[in-house]
Structures are given as C-alpha cells and as structure tokens.
C-alpha cells in the first residue's frame, strides 16, 4: 500500500461515511479495484482513518454543541442500543462481514426503502421536529435503528436518517443527528477495532504506515466536511431519491462481480 492508495481510501472514507450509500461497500470496491484488498496494513487503514471524519463533525458544527442537557441526553440515550446489540451480536456481526453478497443485497434494499420514503417525507418542513425536543423513547427508536446498520452494507448514515424520519424529524434534522450520533459510535467503535487488533498483533506500524495514517485521516477529515456541507444543500432541496437510485446500483454492480467471483478472499472487515 503506497500514498497513492492511501489518498484514494480516505477520499472514498470522506465522500461515503456520512452519506446513506455504504462506506463499507465503497471501501471494498475501491481496495479491490486498486488490488490492495487483501493487504494486511488496509484493514487497520480503513478503520483507523474513521477518526478523520468523526473530526470533521466536531469542527464543522462546533457551534451547535453549545446545546442544553437534552441534547446529549437523546444522543447519548440513542448511542445505548449500539453497545448492547454490537456486544451481544457481535460473532453474527462477524460472519456477515465476511459475506460481500451480504452487502450488495442490503444496498440494493436499502436504495428501494429511500425511494419509498422519499414520497413520504422528503418534503417536511425543518421544523417540523428538533433533537433536543426529542422524548427518550423516539431517541432509542433511532439508536434501534442505527443497530440496523451493524449488517454490512446497510449504511449507519442510512438507518438513523431513516430513524429519524419515522421518529417526526425533517431530512435536514435526521441527517444531522446522524452526524452527531456517528460522533460517540464511530469513535467507540474506531478505538474498539484498533484495540482488537492490536490484541491479535495486526497493529504493529512501521514510520510509512504512521505516516499514510496521517496522510488518510487529514484527506477524509477534508472530505468528509465537504461531503456533509454538499449533502445537507442537496438534501434541503432535493430529497433521497438520487440516493435510492445509487445504492440500487452500487448493490447490482457488487452482486454482478460477487458472483463473478471478483472478490475472492477479500476481507470485508470495514465499517
């Protein structure tokens, strides 16, 4: 893996982790694509240039973290449901993540559920709900949602905006509280991996590795705060539909070369 690859993966990290399209099945495309899938080191890249983004949310909307109590409290109370499923899941988790077809499959059922629920909400006001105003028990309905997304290919993005949604929030509002819940459950999640990983004697970097480190979670951190600034100006205007279309898409394309056999011995372990 060279700083070529490296520049590529966080670019793809930065454009996908907070759009409802999958980052784990564009990570997988792209590492493939660029015959790297199977490097040892672009597991721990994957995983470890997430900190990057989860960075991007902080800077980006540094001013709205001045919230009152309840705000935390519901981002806090939906993180909960994530801890308990990806714990007692977490061998199930596993198997799925080594299953690509797993992955085309969820896209292209996740693309199809954005088409429906574009008719439905795509149009509610911004008003039309608030995270603070939320009561415990919408908050824990998105965070079940968010445990949705623990199957691979769903998108964590995908599964709180449409948890929001269902839980009386405009588009612009559930994005939002899936940037800020990605905050404490990628984190967590982040530093979990790593901490496996070094348990099992993967994270053992030499001076390039750190490096490309460095160089990936600089580039997603730009990316990403792109990326959101892009999604939430399209959203406000546009709705999910486009978004539906991708996914359905992007799933066909991966099941099309899965079957091929194309992904053989691919570790799909990203997020």
């Known amino acids: 893996m060279n700083l070529l690859h490296a520049i590529i993966l966080a670019i793809v990290e930065g454009l996908t982790e907070f759009l409802p399209v999958s980052s784990t099945g564009h990570m997988i495309m792209a590492s493939t694509a660029m015959g790297i899938a199977t490097h040892p080191f672009v597991k721990v890249f994957t995983v470890a240039i997430q900190f990057g983004a989860i960075l991007s949310v902080v800077v980006l909307y540094r001013d709205r973290f001045a919230q009152p109590w309840a705000f935390y409290r519901n981002i806090a109370i939906a993180f909960v449901p994530a801890v308990i499923f990806g714990f007692l899941l977490k061998k199930l988790i596993d198997q799925m993540l080594e299953n690509i077809v797993v ?4 896209l292209v059922i996740g693309g199809v559920v954005f088409l429906f629920l574009d008719g439905l909400f795509a ?3 911004d008003s039309d709900g608030d995270i603070a105003q939320l009561n415990w028990r919408k908050a824990i309905s998105i965070g079940l949602f968010q445990v949705i997304a623990m199957v691979p290919g769903v ?34 999640a982040t530093c979990k991996s790593l901490w496996d990983y070094a348990q099992e004697g993967s994270l053992q970097l030499a001076g390039q590795e750190i490096w490309l ?56 372990g990203v997020f």
């Open 213 to 268: 480190l460095a160089v990936g979670n600089a580039v997603g951190f730009i990316v990403a705060m792109l990326a959101i600034k892009g999604f939430i100006a399209y959203l406000t205007h546009h709705g999910f539909r486009v978004f539906g279309y991708y996914r359905i898409i992007v799933g066909a394309i991966i099941l099309s070369l899965a079957s091929a056999g194309y992904f053989a011995g691919v570790d799909v």
């Open 123 to 125: 149009r509610r006001a």
């Open 103 to 106: 992955v085309g499959v969820a």
């Open 155 to 188: 998108s964590r993005s995908a599964a709180t905006i449409i948890g929001g949604l269902t839980q009386g929030l405009s588009p612009k509002t559930a994005a939002e509280f899936s940037f800020f819940l990605a905050v404490p459950t990628m984190f967590a």
